[in-house]
């Protein structure tokens, strides 16, 4: 009988640490997304971001929905919360506040899919930015609901397929950074998980911005999504989105629709300042004592 030569099992080097080893949970990877899922270089970006701001995890909570983005909060070694679907915002909204009086300074990062956010979750969606809750809110969008199977949603763009569509969708899809900023969200971006510079620095200028801030950032779902449309591979995805990608910064949200024939404009769309929900309730309350 031939003999099966083993594989030399690899040296364990010791003391050899992963750069970013402090905001991962070692024990929860590998992770479950798929091969050529965006959700990696998401992650990645989110802790080269806090890593960029020398914030440490304990000055960072992070909450999630449901579905794969939803994942990330377990993967990440931070106060993260797994919450229920479409509840991420109020979830994180009950966090912020209660942390204002022992520890303003911390960050609350809600990190969720387009699905859970502008589903289920749109509601609380608008209704946070409206009123400036300090905020940042990180839309992982695949144009799909990913982990059950790669049902359209409220982002699928017309015409393109889904296990709920097969023939095309035919319902308008909801343009994420429009929807932001005419809720009144002071800081609202979009880059793809290509774009991984900008979109690290969009996530650090959203955490650090008082207030509600957005990044929408697009991200290939080549197993539920892109094989439906023509895209089977998360590197034919990527140069989808690398082809269609423009770059115009403080575009007008209006003109940011995705649509199958057109382009993808990303940029930062959004960046001003203005009273978050803090600063109007603390105005509030002076004036109320006041009269
Ligand atoms: C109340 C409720 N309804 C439905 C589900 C099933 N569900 C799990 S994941 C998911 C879709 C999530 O889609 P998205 O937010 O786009 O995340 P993705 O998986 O694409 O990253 C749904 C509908 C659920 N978990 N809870």
């Known amino acids: 009988m031939r003999k099966i030569k083993a594989k030399p099992t690899p040296e364990i080097v010791e003391n050899v640490h992963h750069p970013l080893e402090q905001y991962f949970r ?38 999630s929905g449901i579905g794969c983005t939803g994942r990330l909060a377990g993967y990440m070694r931070s106060d993260s919360y797994h919450t229920t679907h479409g509840r991420a915002i ?13 520890k303003p300074d911390h960050k609350v990062v809600v990190f969720s899919g387009d699905g859970d956010l502008f589903a289920i979750g ?41 296990t709920t569509a097969p023939y095309g969708s035919f319902e308008n899809p909801f343009n994420l950074v429009y929807l932001a900023a005419s809720s009144g969200a002071p800081y609202v971006a979009r880059w793809t998980t290509l774009h991984t510079r900008r979109l690290k ?19 290939p779902c080549p197993v539920n999504y892109g ?33 199958p024939e057109g382009e993808i404009i990303v940029g930062t769309f959004v960046d001003e300042d203005k009273p978050d929900y803090f600063d109007i309730y603390d105005d509030f309350v002076k004036q109320m004592i006041q009269e």
């Open 122 to 162: 749109g509601n609380h969606f608008i209704h946070a930015a409206r009123r400036n809750v300090d905020l940042a809110v990180l839309c992982v969008n695949n144009f799909n609901y990913g982990m059950t199977g790669g049902q359209v949603g409220p982002t699928t763009p017309l015409g393109a397929r889904g």
């Open 227 to 259: 094989r439906r449309n023509k895209m089977p591979t998360g590197l034919i995805e990527m140069r989808y989105y690398q082809n269609k990608s423009v770059i115009r910064n403080f575009a007008d949200p209006k003109d940011a629709d995705i649509k």
């Open 26 to 63: 070692e024990e929860r990877l590998p992770h479950i997304w798929c091969p050529g899922c965006g959700l990696g270089t998401a992650m990645s970006c989110l802790a080269y971001a806090l890593e960029e701001l020398t914030l440490d995890v304990d000055d960072v909570s992070i909450v």
């Open 90 to 102: 109020p979830f994180a909204t009950g966090l912020r506040i209660a942390l204002e009086m022992q």
């Open 201 to 219: 620095q969009a996530i650090m200028e959203a955490i650090m911005k008082p207030g509600f801030t957005f990044v929408e950032i697009i991200s």
